[in-house]
């Protein structure tokens, strides 16, 4: 009995993934093209970086984004508490600040690795994304990104520190904090931590977009969209 429990189950899937091939090949109405839906696919991810990453370059792309704000990292929040504490709210604000300037600098870098790996997929990746999770678009772009971003991202950080002269503001505010009696001694990796947050938040918002392409007809914004969208919308 357990033996043919397992074979209807196989025989289900195989009976389900075909049905899904089928209609990934054709439109009812208009047959497409494997070019085509890669082409609409990668319209999609262009429009999730054009209308949310390019933001989060802007001045207070991150910093006045809830969605995406870079927080202070665990061991600084008792610092931020505090400084607050000892009328040093200021300074604890500033210092938030500086961390998303220096991801709001460093996400101006992004676009070109993402016009790498965009150009890369193939019509089989189209195809996976298009009757994928709802957020099998961001987790492409993802896995394609990632490292090279991190690798980008982190000098960019870096340097950003000292333009926007966050290493001095946490530097003062560091010492500052080492110096209240019965308090131990921190020097926490910031660039990573920021690093590692503005990659976050670039990936959430692209999430964003590709949500409102597959659940809002009037997010496909051109013809091919609209066609190859059509085809999630039958899945």
Known sequence: MTKKIILFVVFFQFISCAELNQVVQN???????????AGGLKQALDKGITEQVSLLAKKDGFYKNEMVKILLPDELQKVDATLRKIGLGNVADEGLKVLNR????AVGQA??????????LTFN???NILLGDKNAATTYLETKTKVALYQKFNPVIANSFKKVGADQVWNNIITRYNAIPLTNNINPDLTDYV????????????????????????SRTTD??????????MK
């Open 27 to 37: 439109l009812p109405s208009q047959g497409l093209t494997n070019e085509q839906i």
């Open 195 to 218: 690093t590692n947050e503005a990659l976050k938040g670039v990936y959430k918002m692209i999430a964003v977009e590709e949500l409102k392409i597959r659940s809002d007809i009037n």
């Open 102 to 105: 220096a991801a709001e600098d």
């Open 125 to 127: 990746d189209a195809k």
């Open 111 to 120: 676009t070109p690795i993402f016009v790498d790996a965009i150009k890369e």
């Open 224 to 233: 091919l969209l609209r066609k190859v969208f059509a085809l999630q919308d």
